[in-house]
């Protein structure tokens, strides 16, 4: 994989070779020291030629219709001779660290369009269900000339707060007749998000969907609008009908050119570049513990002493960390 040159990657990219696309991709989810240094030199060649595209985040329970509502959406787009990528983060096994990959299958148009890519991704574990170099993939589709990149999220009941992080706008999608939506509401999800659609609004459906819309806006006129020039509207759609899915996009155009005109659009991706620099930090400096001989050599035993309650997690941890330390100034790279 990684025995083509950079500019090999560079060239595929930028002139939307689908397998080079595919290719680049798996370069920068490999975990592998090698393919992750060129990976990183990749990435900083293509920085330039990123930013045009419209970044959305959807996230929603399983069951709320992602699938289907992702792709009539891209396909409404892909009509208006938009180029859309799909980004399908799927749940990965906690024994294996296989995913289903199934959003191709059900994605069935979309998948077979030209101007569409769909790449599914295990989540890895990570938090936020999103995958661990969803960023990075989503900044290779934006070079390679997508107008739309779409991050669709597990939507697992974890924190959405990293592919918020990442995205320009974010949409919940949520069900009506399903119980009590109120119970439904977390009002984290509800601060990240910058719309909420009512899906399955079709048949018999319609009225409680009707009833649902009403009961999240006055859920949502409780509290603060992350931004002063956008409160969050609730919206009704059916993905099964194609009905409401015209509404949503003219929602996402109009946020775009409010913030735009306040200069808030250009603050929010500046201040995401940021965070997602330190969360590349933290990333970083877990992995380095980790591998780090000291750490290795004594953490078994250390484990052990507070299994056995003789030393506290606060010593211990701490002791964790000196050894870290350590080994920073015996190389000379420490407090640098």
Known sequence: ???????????G?????????AKTITLVESALPAHQALAAMILDRLLPHTGQAIRL???????????????NFGMSLVRKNMRVAVLAVDPSSSRSGGSIM?????????????????????????????A?????????????????VIVETVGVGQSETRVASMVDFFLVLMLAGAGDELQGIKKGILELADAIVINKADGDN??????????????????????PSWRPPVLTCSALMGTGIEALW??????????????????????????????????????????????QAHLSKIQQAVENGTVSPTVAANDLLLLLEKKGRENGNCCR
């Open 132 to 148: 661990r170099r969803t960023r990075e993939a989503l900044l290779i589709c934006e070079a390679a000339g997508f107008d739309v």
């Open 57 to 71: 985040g959807i996230s929603g329970v399983p069951g709320v219709g992602k699938s289907t509502f992702i792709e």
């Open 102 to 130: 199934a959003d191709k299958t059900r994605m069935e148009k979309l998948v077979l369009e030209e101007k569409a890519f769909i790449r599914p991704s295990p989540t890895e574990g990570a938090l936020g269900g999103v």
């Open 13 to 21: 990219v930028r002139e939307s070779n689908r397998r080079m696309l």
């Open 206 to 227: 319609i009225e409680k969907a009707r009833l649902a819309k009403k009961a999240y806006e006055n859920a949502l006129s409780l509290l603060t609008p992350s931004s």
């Open 250 to 295: 003219d929602t996402v155009l109009a946020y775009r050119e409010k913030l735009a005109a306040t200069g808030e659009f250009d603050q929010k991706r500046r201040r995401q570049s940021l965070d997602w620099m330190w969360v590349l930090v933290e990333e970083g400096l877990k992995a380095r513990f980790y591998s780090n001989r000291e750490v």
């Open 1 to 11: 994989m990684a025995t083509d040159s950079l500019e090999t990657y560079i060239k």
